[in-house]
């Protein structure tokens, strides 16, 4: 045994380089496993323990104003164990300097009654947290105390004890910082799904003040509910919408439709995925390339092998030595996965504390992670080296010291002719021979290439699935620089009203309602929008920037809304909307879009104002202004009552491109990372493997007379045509991964389109090419260095 044992360390010290570069490349299925399944285990754990210890609500709810007499009506609804009323209103935040609208919202905090549910928790100066009771009451000066969320004050640069404006029903107040905080309900702060902690803070204050300011003294205008052990949230929203409408209340939202935990479901949801494809597809390539290596490894050692075989080593021997040769392979891989996931699973934790706000987020890789890291790198190399190892038991001792035999080989006659009429060279033509006589071997070759190129490919999928839906989104659907969302519907007077201000060209309304759309006992909740059919500046478009036309009395669904509910073009369904009479209609479908986002229905403005009896009312205004003069619209936008969120076009994509698009940048670098390590591995084991098998042939082509040079044409001449051949057949894997894992992370909420941008496809032959060019290098100085006796003695 003490000869097999070093006889594996000789050829670990002969193979070093192989098996450091197939140990990278199953270091890249097990860095993807433990950096998507740590950051899995980190969200979650972070969001049971925040929500555990700030008692997030289960259900939430919005009226215009309901006395607080009426707290019982909703306490005793069944499953219902807890009820929290406050106060809560939309606010504008001005800072100095600052032109851009800043959305504000307000909740009021009760010092006789502590929040006990959605309880915010302040930052300490050392990084910890501790629980939020009361700001404090407004003070002599009219100057009122109040938390901040936290990720709103550090992206906007305030610090405690520093001072703000805020327009509060028409009269500006101020606000003195006391303490950052951070809420289980506003774990995620954005627009459009994408976070944007400058345009949007939360403050907390005193309620007495909050309540004066709105005259709302003895009232409330926000409900969270928690529920009793085993009920049911759909039950109790339901009962819950029928006590709504009789203080002016819209809807009721449990805590799975909640914006801030939806938009960190889909993420856990979006990672889970990958945590099982990546690994996946990083481990077929991994295992084809050990399967194609040791084939060949084993076939260059085949003499060896037959010679151990007859001095007495049995199969099993021979096959528990190969198996260690690889389990160090796997061994290398896991140990720097290992290094590379957590390291990699750090960083996104960094990243991740940016989109989502808790009082801490730590990496978390629990036992049975490390122990599937564990399983996949020792499958990865038993599974790749089976059937080599299976070769070496069949095969009998006296057959494997014989020479294998020469591989047939005849010249087409087509090729013959297609050398005469582009006379190749001597040298091109034996490149063109040497692949066309082993076609599997070369075929091999070819897929692993193409297979490394792929996963490239995939790596920059999410950077041009994101660029791509911001240009969709800014330049085709939304072409108006301003976004304008009013308090409460107002009269379309409103469009004349903002026409009017110095810079604005023209000026589009729409309207956005709740409804239930009802098929048979299929329903769903969504928001139905109402848009003028003629707009410019706000249209329907679908995936393929194709604009959608609308139809009065008729309603058209996203194709996932659609297939929820089962029905097509011209089938009808029945609308129960949410405001106004509620009123329960039947409305045709004229037509199902392919959307980015979510689950939508879209009617005609003309429509929906019709359905909801009240005249010709909007919620929404879509401003095309001159580039000089957004800043004063804005300004005087600003200073408007009842304008409730307004934001700039130009504002949001530049917090995306600063924040969103960073990150999607680098994460989609960390998997680009891995993938060219793949790359590498497999572009130099297929050179070098292929030096190992035809040193002997080189030497005896410079004994016959070809140059150094000559020879090395032929080694590197062999790669490259290799590579060409492995660009198209690659480029078109990935096209199909990209396809696949946009299939994979379609969700209810949020569909990637399948999208490769030209530089993506460039990138991926550059690292296939850049890969090629390294290992000819290599091979080239191995050409210079051949010992031609050597060579040959060791072929005889």
Partial sequence: MMLLQRKLARDLRRLWSQVLTIGLVVASAVGALLTTQACVHSLQAARDRFYAQAHMADVFASVRRAPRSALPSFENLPGVAQVQATV?????????????????????????????????????????????????????????????????????????????????????????????????????????????????????????ALAAAWDLQGAFTRLALRLAPGARPDEVQAALQDLLPRWGGRDAVPRRLQGSHQMLENEIQEQGLLGTVLPLVFTAVSIFLLHVVMMRLVATQREQMACLKALGFSNLRLAVHLLQLVLVIAAVGWIVGGALGWWAGQWLMGLYAEFFRFPDLPLVVPAAVWGQSVLLAGSTAVLGAAQALLGILRESPAQAMQPPAPPRFRSAPWEAALERALRLSLVLRMILRQVRRRPWRSLFSVLGMASALALVVMGNFFRDAIEHIVSRQFD?????????????????????????????????????????????????????????????????????????????????????????????????????????????????????????????????????????????????????????????????????????????????????????????????????????????????????????????????????????????????????????????????????????????????????????????????????????????????????????????????
């Fill in 88 to 208: 809560e209103r939309p606010a504008r935040l001005l800072l100095p300097g600052q032109v851009d609208p800043v959305m504000g919202h307000l909740v009021g905090v009760d010092a006789a009654r502590p929040l006990s549910l959605n309880q915010p928790v302040l930052r300490q100066a050392d990084g910890s947290t501790r629980p939020a009771v009361w700001p404090g009451a407004q003070r002599s000066d009219g100057v009122m105390p109040a938390w901040i969320s936290e990720g709103f004050a550090q992206a906007r640069g305030l610090k405690v004890g520093q001072q703000l404006q805020v327009l509060m029903n028409g009269r500006l107040r101020t606000v003195e910082v006391v303490g950052l905080a951070l809420s289980p309900d506003a774990v995620f702060v954005g627009a459009m799904g994408m976070p944007d902690p400058r345009g949007y803070g939360i403050l907390w204050v005193d309620e007495q």
């Fill in 476 to 796: 085709t659907i939304w072409r108006g620089q301003v976004q304008v969302m009013t308090i409460e519907a107002v009269q379309a007077d409103a469009l004349r009203e903002l026409s009017r201000l110095p810079g604005v060209v023209a000026v589009e309304g729409s309207r956005s309602v709740a409804a239930t759309l009802v098929q048979g006992h299929r329903s769903q909740r969504v928001q139905l929008r109402g848009l003028d059919p003629q707009a410019q500046q706000q249209r329907l478009v679908d995936l393929h920037g194709r604009v959608v036309p609308l139809q009065e009395d008729g309603v058209v669904l996203t194709d996932r809304l659609a297939a929820h509910l089962g029905v097509a073009v011209g089938d009808e369904l029945m609308v129960r909307l949410v405001e106004g009479p509620r009123p329960v209609v039947a409305l045709r479908v004229s037509g199902v879009v392919s959307e980015t986002m979510g689950l939508n229905a879209t009617t005609t403005l003309r429509t929906l104002n019709r359905l909801l009896q009240e005249g010709d009312r909007i919620t929404g205004l879509s401003l095309l202004v001159h580039d000089q003069a957004l800043d004063s619209v804005l300004r005087s936008i600003t200073l408007m009552p009842r304008v409730g969120g307004a934001f700039s076009k130009a504002h949001l994509l530049r917090n995306m491109q600063a924040i969103t698009a960073r990150n999607i940048r680098i994460m989609s670098g960390i998997m680009t990372g891995f993938a060219l390590v793949v790359a590498l591995g497999v572009v130099y084991n297929d050179a070098r493997i292929a030096w190992s098998e035809r040193k002997g042939e080189l030497a005896s082509l410079r004994v016959l007379g070809l140059t150094r040079a000559e020879v090395a044409q032929l080694m590197v001449g062999e790669q490259l045509v290799l590579v060409v051949l492995a660009l198209p057949l690659g480029m078109a894997l990935g096209w199909l991964l990209v396809w696949g894992l946009s299939v994979g992370l379609r969700s209810d909420q949020f569909q990637f389109p399948v999208v490769v941008l030209p530089r993506t496809y460039a990138l991926g032959a550059l690292s296939l090419l850049g890969a090629s060019f390294a290992s000819s290098v290599v091979m080239w100085r191995r050409v210079q260095g051949l010992d031609l006796v050597a060579a040959l003695k060791t072929r005889e």
